[in-house]
């Protein structure tokens, strides 16, 4: 018997793009399963995983492997799984910890291609139980089998051609068309409760646990082409492969039969790395660096379950919008007026009516009646009125999706008032969706709306948020769909290669990275490395006055906090007093072979400061990021991230973000920047950093950008290169 949807044949190895479906198949779609560490015991997830399989109705053919049984629920039951009378595609083990590894090698011998360890007492309990966990990815490395887990709730596929359930949810969920990805499988259950109480269906549901070996990487590739899933929403502790997950949901977002993801991303509130030497490296925490990847790649992120499965029912059961314009239709004016609030605060538009809406509202709503938007079609509507009102503000073509509010009024007939948004629903072209608040007295009709596909929100607020999330999805795709902008190539790799295959790890020399910036086109300002108070005087008469002095050593990476740069000097004198004290002061902080000497530059004139920077992420990859610099740059925070190279819309979107471009602009009567020049300086560095994988982290802070007329200059650069495993910083 082959299983509906899915592809015949098994390719083992490496999961890639080219082979994940086909393994993944034994573990959706297998013709038989086996409960490996089933029990008789009712109430354990042994016997209930066994159990579950049995009542979802599993078309396949069913065993289990326990030891001293010969059947457990109506399921013939066998001592190993060496004993099994043939290889199955799927074996969901539920042994202890302790035993996984044994009940693995027997599946790897028995050739079987997929399996699902439930069991937990791997990398979760510590270094004991990652070395466990180890020796389960070297057993399906060598045995070629795909494996899901360990420490996780299981997985679904409620298609009728399988119906499988190797779980231990306490029930099948209906069959829909969202799929749900879940790191934790304790949340798994509370997702499911709460989905049925919503009457979602699925189409599949995994809870994937530790990930030794398939993540949501595999798992969402396998949901593109997975004809039953519309939607993908996701549940994500960590991203250990960040760069590959924004590359693979790029794909899914974009393009032919393009899917929505919606995801959560906990720890929000996680601090980032503890060691930074770099403002961009105390910046970049894993929740920022994750908002830059969600960004490139079309994942719409939310915050609560709530508003994962809000948008997921919104999208997957009412057509696309075309835009954020949202109409009304009330009968209170309280709620509308919430509503609207709620919409204008996430970003929708509620926009008055054309003349032509508000002329043929007129003769079918009271006169009393407000015929703007939100439309209050007042308190004694019926389901007549309603329905006028509701044809009407859809066919206005300033509105692009319609919220229908009711509140419980007592000569409401609420049901009634329910089949007529329904039907209207049914045949607009819009998205429509509903808001009757309260509670008893509204449940029957607000079953009635869910059955029918309206999706129904306990608050407006709620369905505003929904209809942002979609109508976000609709402009990625559009976005993604231009013309896309090449990434630009502004500078050759060889300007840098030398300074940086030169270099040992930790912090450049200043005046190495102000080399690698300027061979890439930044604009640094013209400077000298100087040993003697004599050679300083004379780089300054060369360069001009006013002159700044910054010490130049490996081991100084905070200058300013131990006196390493002095700004304003007007003559030769004092160049030589601050000079002479530096040196002598310097010489005896760091070893001689350490202090490189002073450089000498030209005192670049007041504009405003930014900062741009960037890192290398061990799950992410090379980082950009872009905001207000200078010494409040942590304090405010005004920074954006995007993973590098960059194109310059792109780089665009970075100065809006961060408030720089506003600022820019010219701001009360100030003269406007050049945001040409600003914009190509974020692509070049952008391109620096995915050039050179071993700059660990880069800091331009400040760079100073004056009017248009002056241009910009690079004031302080930082570039740390990443160090081997076990090498230490001496930087101070």
Not at 20 to 40: E, H, K, N, W
Not at 153 to 178: D, E, H, Q
Not at 203 to 218: D, R, W
Not at 294 to 302: C, E, K, N, T, Y
Request: charged share 20%.
């Amino acid at each position: 018997m082959k299983a509906a949807n899915c592809v015949d044949n098994q390719t083992v190895g490496t999961p890639t793009s080219a082979n994940v479906r086909p393994r993944l198949d034994a573990i959706f779609c297998p013709r038989s399963v086996a409960v490996v560490g089933a029990t008789t015991t009712p109430g354990t997830v042994p016997h209930d995983i066994l159990e579950n399989m049995v009542k979802s109705g599993f078309t396949g053919r069913l065993y289990a492997v326990a030891p001293g049984k010969k059947s457990i629920c109506g399921v013939p039951a066998y001592r190993y799984v060496l004993d099994l009378p043939e290889p199955v595609d799927l074996a969901v083990i539920v042994f202890p910890a302790e035993v996984v590894e044994r009940a693995l090698d027997q599946c790897g011998q028995r050739g079987i291609p997929g399996v699902v360890v439930i069991s937990a007492g791997f990398r979760e309990i510590g270094a004991e139980g990652r070395q466990r966990e180890k020796r389960l990815v070297e057993l399906c490395e060598k045995y070629q089998i795909t494996l899901i887990g360990p420490n996780c709730l299981g997985v679904l596929n409620t298609n009728p051609a399988i119906s499988l359930n190797a779980s231990f949810a306490r029930a099948m969920p209906a069959t829909g068309k969202i799929a749900m990805l879940s790191q934790s499988g304790a949340l798994c259950t509370a997702v499911l409760d709460y989905a049925r109480e919503r009457h979602v269906g699925f189409s599949k549901f995994v809870s994937f646990g530790n990930k030794a070996l398939i993540s949501e990487v595999e798992l969402l590739e396998y949901l593109h082409k997975d004809p039953q899933t519309s939607v993908i929403l996701m549940y994500l502790e960590e991203m250990g492969r960040g760069r590959q997950l924004c590359e693979v949901a790029r794909r899914i977002t974009s393009g032919p039969n393009a899917k929505p993801i919606f995801a959560i991303k906990s720890a929000r509130t996680r601090a980032g790395a503890q060691a930074a030497s770099s403002h961009t490296g105390a910046m970049a925490t894993e929740d920022a660096l994750c908002e830059a990847a969600f960004a490139a790649s079309g994942i719409i992120r939310v915050d609560t379950l709530e508003e994962l499965f809000d948008a997921a029912i919104l999208f997957a059961n009412q057509p696309l919008p075309r835009g954020r314009r949202v109409g009304i239709v009330t009968n209170a004016g309280g709620p509308g007026v919430l509503a609207t609030d709620a919409a204008v605060r996430f970003g929708l538009k509620v926009p008055p009516l054309q003349p032509e809406t508000r002329a043929a509202l007129k003769p079918r709503l009271p006169a009393t009646a407000n015929l703007t938007n939100p439309v209050d079609v007042i308190g004694d509507a019926r389901a007549d009125r309603y329905e006028a009102a509701m044809e009407v503000v859809l066919q206005d073509p300033n509105i692009d999706q319609l919220l229908v509010i009711l509140t419980p009024q007592s000569m409401t007939d609420i049901e009634a008032v329910a089949e007529a948004v329904s039907k209207t629903a049914a045949k607009s072209e819009k998205p429509v969706a509903a808001s009757f608040m309260g509670g008893v007295d509204v449940g029957p009709a607000v079953a009635l709306l869910e059955s029918r596909g309206v999706p129904h929100f306990t608050q407006p607020e709620d369905a505003a948020r929904a209809m942002l999330r979609v109508a976000q999805c609709v402009e990625w795709r559009a976005e993604s769909a231009a013309e896309p902008e090449d990434l630009p190539r502004p500078a050759p790799a060889s300007a840098a290669q030398p300074i940086l295959d030169a270099a040992i790890p930790g912090l450049l020399p200043e005046d190495q990275a102000l080399q690698v910036l300027a061979g890439y086109g930044l604009p640094i300002p013209p400077f000298r490395l100087c040993r003697s108070a004599e050679e300083a005087v004379a780089a300054a008469e060369e360069l001009g006055y006013p002159a700044v002095l910054r010490v130049v050593s490996p081991a100084i990476i905070h200058k300013t906090e131990v006196g390493g740069v002095v700004v304003n000097i007007q003559n030769p004198d004092d160049l030589r007093r601050h000079f002479d004290e530096m040196m002598g002061r310097f010489s005896t902080l760091v070893p001689q072979e350490e202090l490189r000497g002073i450089l000498v530059r030209r005192m670049i004139p007041p504009g405003h400061e930014l900062i741009i920077g960037g890192k290398s992420d061990e799950s992410f990859g090379p980082v950009l990021m872009m905001g207000l610099g200078g010494i409040f740059v942590e304090v405010f925070g005004l920074v954006a991230f995007a993973l590098a190279p960059v194109t310059r819309k792109t780089a665009r979107k970075l100065l809006e973000e961060s408030k720089a471009g506003k600022i820019l602009s010219g701001l009360r009567g100030q003269k406007p920047a050049d945001i040409d020049q600003l914009v190509d300086a974020i692509v070049r560095v952008g391109q620096l950093l995915a050039d050179f994988p071993q700059i660990s982290e880069l800091d331009i802070n400040p760079l100073i950008v004056g009017p248009a007329d002056q241009g910009s200059w690079v004031a302080d650069a930082r570039i740390v290169l990443r160090f081997n495993s076990g090498e230490g910083s001496r930087n101070c």
